[in-house]
T-cell receptor, first 117, second 115 residues
């Protein structure tokens, strides 16, 4: 079975500091895609960053970057210069099927991140 | 805003009621999804529609009935629900082109409470 594990149910960080959220996954596939989604208290889930497994270079989006370790099946999210608006639930997600079209996202349970002033 | 809207945002219903959740996407997408988000559990995919055809039913009980009249609208009809069905129901959409792995865009969700 395809699974995604987020081992940190809750984390906190001081404003302007850096925090890393952990994610591991289990799959026998060689080609797949990984995502980090953010769900603020308003509850609209939004995409933070995505990574294609065939790419060795880690994806970056402004203050957000990932550390993708394919052999270890690890996909951590680093948030630099944390801002109060980063407070949210963060979900790691995985698509085991490389076919296009409708995709069966597999989600982790989430990490609740609180950025403190 | 992600271009996906859901109504109502909150719903309280008794176990004998019939209600419907509505999702609308303004992104020109062709694939739409229903997810269930319960406390302390991962998001669970319920249904997938691609070009108005249901392509996935993830062993969802028949008291949940989806409807996709066109590529922009998705409904979830609810009847004789159980208290354990109380959850946040999220709708999502993606391009649905069939040629690459796509990002899904989520609506704000409907918070459902079954009494």
């Amino acid at each position: 079975a395809q699974t995604v594990t987020q081992s940190q149910p809750e984390m906190s960080v001081q404003e302007a500091e850096t925090v890393t959220l952990s994610c591991t996954y289990d799959t026998s596939e060689n080609n797949y895609y990984l995502f980090w989604y953010k769900q603020p208290p308003s509850r609209q889930m939004i995409l933070v960053i995505r990574q294609e497994a065939y790419k060795q270079q880690n994806a970056t989006e402004n203050r957000f970057s990932v550390n993708f370790q394919k052999a270890a099946k690890s996909f951590s999210l680093k948030i630099s210069d944390s801002q109060l608006g980063d407070t949210a639930m963060y979900f790691c997600a995985f698509i085991p099927n490389t076919q296009g079209g409708s995709e069966k996202l597999v989600f982790g349970k989430g990490t609740k991140l609180t950025v403190n002033p | 805003e992600t271009g996906v809207t859901q109504t109502p945002r909150h719903l309280v219903m008794g176990m004998t009621n019939k209600k419907s959740l509505k999702c609308e996407q303004h992104l020109g997408h062709n694939a739409m999804y229903w997810y269930k988000q319960s406390a302390k559990k991962p998001l669970e995919l319920m249904f997938v529609y691609n070009f108005k055809e249901q392509t996935e039913n993830n062993s969802v009980p028949s008291r949940f009935s989806p409807e996709c009249p066109n590529s922009s609208h998705l409904f979830l009809h609810l009847h004789t629900l159980q208290p354990e069905d109380s959850a946040l129901y999220l709708c999502a959409s993606s391009h649905g082109s069939g040629s690459w792995v796509e990002t899904q865009y989520f609506g704000p969700g409907t918070r459902l409470l079954v009494l």
